[in-house]
């Protein structure tokens, strides 16, 4: 399917992939490895209970594992496709509860807004794409 102008060479085009991949998942990864460290999984547990959501150090607890396991999922090339969608549905949610009515611009023109999340939203699907099980798909 040509947009305009020729596609990226196959071999090329695979590599890129790859490093989004790894990248994605590394950036997954220090987000979860932080908020383990730095003690802020039951701040954000509190934070979901204010929000109505039950059980939300819970919750909290299990996005930051999550975090931390799906990222090795990825690297390791193992559930790809599962771990990338988990991790879309958590930063949507997260898009919507906490960058959404911040607007959309992350800094310059506003602050906190969703364009980093759709960024990494639209790549993990990607990789989810990619990475889809063949014996699933059609044709």
Do not use: K
Request: cysteine-free; charged content about 10%; proline content about 6%.
């Amino acid at each position: 399917m040509a947009l305009t102008g020729p596609a990226a060479p196959e071999p090329r085009a695979a590599l890129a992939l790859e490093a989004l991949r790894i990248i994605v998942a590394i950036l997954i990864l220090i987000h979860g490895v932080y908020r383990l460290t730095m003690g802020l999984v039951e701040p954000f547990g509190i934070w979901l209970d204010s929000l109505g959501f039950p059980l939300g150090y819970g919750w909290a607890m299990a996005v930051t594992l999550y975090e931390l396991a799906g990222p090795l999922l990825m690297l390791a090339r193992r559930w790809t496709s599962f771990a990338a969608l988990g991790h879309a549905g958590i930063l949507t949610l997260g898009l919507i509860l906490v960058h959404l009515p911040a607007g959309w611009f992350v800094v310059g023109a506003g602050r906190n807004g969703v364009e980093y999340s759709v960024l990494l939203i639209a790549a993990l699907l990607a990789i989810a794409w990619a990475w889809w099980p063949t014996r699933w798909r059609r044709g």
